[in-house]
């Protein structure tokens, strides 16, 4: 009697959560093309969120998920300017070109490198300080 079969070992090496990776392939392409302008957008403002996924080291890895929610917030009003215009690549530069979109574009992103580096320390202040109220 023959065993039955895993599910992992039944599974194509080549898939990816049960989709093949030509049918993603032939998805992502056309879409790449199509929404050129907003992947040219988001490339160049979410610059931070990669260069803190790239750059943080250990176990837990949380600074790209707190500087990226804050970038893409700061990026999310020109992002739905941008279709509502259009999807033209100049209109990508125009954004890009402006001064100000960068300042709160990056700024969101660097009070998110703000937030993760201030936040632990404020809250071991407070557990220490309730810790100590507990022993008094």
């Known amino acids: ?24 392939f032939l998805l992502g392409v056309p879409l ?22 790239i750059t943080e080291r250990g176990p837990h890895r949380y600074a790209w998920i707190c500087v990226g929610g804050l970038n893409f917030s ?13 999807q033209d690549i100049t209109d990508v530069f125009k954004i890009l070109g402006d ?7 990056y700024g969101t992103a660097a009070f998110g490198w703000i937030l993760y580096a201030s936040i632990p320390h404020a809250v071991g202040m407070f557990m220490s300080m ?3 109220r507990q022993v008094a």
């Open 1 to 24: 009697m023959a065993k039955p079969k895993l599910r992992s070992q039944s599974k194509k090496k080549n898939d990816i959560l049960g989709v093949n990776k030509s049918v993603l």
């Open 32 to 53: 790449f093309f199509w929404f050129l302008s907003t992947f040219v957008l988001l490339f160049f403002a979410m610059l931070p969120t990669f260069g803190a996924m």
């Open 130 to 132: 309730t810790s100590g």
């Open 99 to 105: 001064v100000w979109a960068l300042v709160l574009i």
């Open 74 to 86: 700061g990026v999310a009003p020109y992002l739905i300017k941008l279709w509502f215009t259009g």
